[in-house]
Nanobody, 124 residues
Framework: QVQLVESGGGLVQAGASLRLSCAAS????????MGWFRQAPGEEREFVAS????????SYATAVKGRFTISRDNAKNTVYLQMNSLKPEDTAVYYC?????????????????WGQGTQVTVSS
């Protein structure tokens, strides 16, 4: 089993920055890719960003490309999502996830383990 715990969410104004963290524990996850997804009220969960196990490959949703950066520190079993130039439409619960693959997967159905989520609210 893998446990994922997100942190770093909050309420900010448009244009501000936040950094989300996701700490993994349990079965070793250093060889697994990690992903960030988000879900706004009344909307389906959507892909935000993912990173390969080694950190050398990343994928981003079009809506966040150029504003968000995903990174990982395998020594700390932690993945980060740096979010800059936040917009009201970025408001959502953000989830980190991992699965039994090494590449930067964008498909939520492929991910096996999920965190409880952290709320990000961006006011205009």
């Amino acid at each position: 089993q893998v446990q994922l715990v997100e942190s770093g969410g909050g309420l900010v104004q448009a244009g501000a920055s936040l950094r989300l963290s996701c700490a993994a524990s349990g079965r070793a996850t250093n060889y697994n890719a990690m992903g960030w997804f988000r879900q706004a009220p009344g909307e389906e969960r959507e892909f935000v960003a993912s990173i390969s196990w080694g950190g050398g490959s990343t994928s981003y949703a079009t809506a966040v490309k150029g504003r968000f950066t995903i990174s990982r520190d395998n020594a700390k079993n932690t993945v980060y999502l740096q979010m800059n130039s936040l917009k009201p439409e970025d408001t959502a619960v953000y989830y980190c996830a991992t699965g039994p693959f090494a590449y930067a997967n964008t498909e939520s159905a492929d991910y096996s383990f999920w965190g409880q989520g952290t709320q990000v609210t961006v006011s205009s």
